[in-house]
């Protein structure tokens, strides 16, 4: 039985188009995909993103074990990305995970909210999960700040990336971190069920524009962002993803640490890359890529940048070291040349 | 284009008398914005029901499907440029290829607009 978050009855009256995403139902878009991404690119978008699980756990040993970061490094109001990951050094989710004034509050994906609350309630008994009372939305795009300090109370502007602080937004009470999976500047927060159909409501009436599943993940892919089932899985590792600096290797002991060690021993069996097509083929997740007549890897993501006019992808080559031979991607059993491209495809302007 | 004379396929494509075809209102909706179109070779010997083209959009792959069997002599080659005609003006502009007909009888084989509408459930 699917899922809705608060703002379904909004979405619907809204006129957009609904999926099934992760066992909840949330618009893909509501007009279209691509004019939502360009909105939140050039001034603002507005996400519900009240699917992710959200987690708080006082346990700090019980975080380390689990977690591939290290949270003993935070200051309080900080958040940091991490990974928790399996006996393999496979990633079991990726998470946001901020320390508050006594506790930690962990941001996982919806796909794995359950399996990730699990691991850590098994060591923290007092450990909640806070679907019943707790909703997200984000905001974001170049005009997020303004918006932001019109409807919150307070002063925003020293609120750095990945900073969080307790603020009411036209006057409801909520948690705002300064951060987001577009690229861009923006807010995720974090609010009440009940209250999120107002703020959510108030946002769009100040000038953000409603924004589906379809954009965000446009948005993400332009900004070389992971996405769970794509690029990480419980068969690759950080490494892998390109994700060295954080996993905190001179923690003592944390889930997937030897595998880790085997990794930097023995080199990386895979690594991701980011590409562009040459041409008009549409790269998608699990098309085969080829280094010169050898089928030498898949792609993970793909999709047509709106930005840059081109299509682009992320992918998986075999291998620790950057390809031998000319690259192609085979779309509907025609070879495509391609050519890497650093990541992230898309850098927004410095604030 | 006067829709009340095409005729209508279960995949969603439209086709008039003289051979013109394209996707309906309803499948570029679904679609979404459409950013690459496949396009079938002239001179391409087609039977009714097999791939004719694909339409890619930004969150998926579509194939297009002839409703009739014949020969492509047509094909639009505006759609490589703007795709999106398709999304705009799917009866108008964005067609996609004209066929000669082997076989025009098979038009009766085919939805009327008021069949289709009930079809998508309208």
Known sequence: ?351 | MDTSKLRYSKDHEWVSEAGLLGVTDHAQSELGDVVFVELPKNGKEIKALSEIGVLESVKAVSNVYSPVSGTVVEINQELSSSPDLINKDPYGKGWIARIKMSDPSELNGLMSEEEYSKFIGR
């Open chain 1, 1 to 351: 039985m699917p899922q809705k978050t608060p703002l379904y009855d909004l979405h619907l009256a809204a006129g957009s188009k609904i999926v099934d995403f992760a066992g909840w139902l949330l618009p893909v878009q509501y007009k279209s995909i691509i004019e939502e991404h360009k909105a939140v690119r050039a001034k603002a978008g507005v996400f519900d993103i009240g699917h992710m699980g959200q987690i708080i756990s006082k346990d700090t040993d019980a975080l380390q074990y689990l977690t591939a970061n290290d949270v003993s490094t935070l200051d309080v109001f900080r958040g940091q990305y991490s990974f928790m990951c399996n006996e393999k050094g496979g990633v079991i989710d990726d998470l946001i995970i901020y320390r508050m004034e006594d506790s930690y509050f962990v941001v996982a994906n919806a796909v794995n909210a359950h399996s990730v609350f699990s691991r850590i309630s098994k060591k923290d008994r007092d450990a909640k999960l806070l679907y019943q009372e707790m909703t997200a939305i984000a905001l974001q795009g170049p005009d997020s700040f303004a918006l932001m300090k019109n409807l919150s109370k307070g002063d925003l502007s020293e609120l750095k990336h990945r900073q969080i602080k307790r603020t009411s937004v036209s006057g409801r009470d909520c948690l705002i971190s300064r951060s987001g999976y577009s690229g861009e500047d923006g807010f995720e927060i974090f609010l009440k069920n009940k209250d999120c159909p107002f703020v959510w409501s108030e946002i769009v009436k100040n000038g953000a524009i409603p924004c589906g599943l379809g954009s965000r993940d446009t948005l993400r892919i332009e900004a070389g962002l992971p996405l769970y089932g794509h690029e990480i899985d419980e068969d690759t590792t950080p490494f892998e993803a390109g994700y060295i600096k954080t996993v905190k290797m001179e923690k003592t002991k944390f889930s997937g640490k030897e595998a880790l060690l085997r990794q930097q021993k023995d080199g990386l069996p895979k690594h991701l890359i980011g590409f562009e097509v040459i041409g008009k083929a549409i790269p998608r997740q699990g098309y085969k890529i080829f280094e010169g007549d050898k089928e030498s890897g898949y792609v993970t993501s793909g999709t047509f940048s709106p930005c840059l006019d081109r299509p682009i992808g992320m992918g998986y080559i075999q291998g620790p070291l950057a390809e031998q031979g000319e690259l192609s991607v085979e779309v509907r059993g025609n070879r495509h040349a391609i050519r890497e491209v650093r990541l992230p495809f898309y850098r927004r302007k410095p604030l």
